[in-house]
């Protein structure tokens, strides 16, 4: 009796593994071919999906585990969105308002500063996490400000020149 519940349960351990493992095969089929198709639909070459397997340290796509073709579709996903998009839109017309500012100032800055400029002004630790409606604020105050110093620079000037005329007179 105890050597046939042993058997039993044996007999169970294996089927279950067996499941298991046929159901690992099937997600790993279905992962790969969410990979490819996600792929082709950002863009991504072969070559660029060469660098991208030997990052995770594979040299073909079979040979990604489960977790790591999660990842990597959830990236590939993320890139599809057209929210994501936008957003990088936005952050593009930001960095390009910010540094209008700066050169309207005669300030030297590169992109790390823009950047460290943009999440102070947001008040956030990383310009990527900048919400949307927050980048459009900002890129609006930028532009204003740009605005605004060009166009006193021009009355400046323009009062200048009207002061040593009415002076050489």
């Known amino acids: 009796m105890e050597q046939e519940k042993f058997t039993t349960h044996n007999n169970t351990n294996q089927l279950n593994s067996k499941i298991m493992s046929e159901h690992r095969e099937r997600e790993h089929k279905r992962l790969l071919k969410k990979f490819h198709t996600l792929c082709g639909v950002v ?3 072969s070559e660029h999906k060469e660098v991208i397997l030997e990052g995770c340290g594979v040299t ?5 585990s489960n977790e790591q073709l999660m990842q990597l579709c959830n990236e590939l996903d993320r890139l599809t969105d057209p929210k994501h998009e936008e957003l990088n839109r936005w952050r593009k017309r930001l960095i390009v308002a910010i540094s209008s500012y700066f050169k309207a100032m005669k ?4 992109i790390d ?3 460290a400029t943009a999440c ?3 008040q956030t630790e990383y310009f990527n996490k900048i919400p949307l409606d927050k980048l459009r ?4 105050a930028f532009n204003y400000r740009t605005k605004d110093l060009n166009a006193t620079k021009v009355t400046f000037v323009t009062d200048i ?5 009415e002076y050489l007179n």
């Open 43 to 45: 863009g991504i070459k």
């Open 137 to 140: 604020s900002l890129y609006n």
């Open 107 to 110: 300030y030297e800055a590169n």
């Open 60 to 64: 073909s796509s079979k040979d990604l």
């Open 161 to 165: 020149s009207n002061i040593n005329e």
């Open 113 to 115: 500063k823009i950047k």
């Open 120 to 122: 102070r002004a947001a």
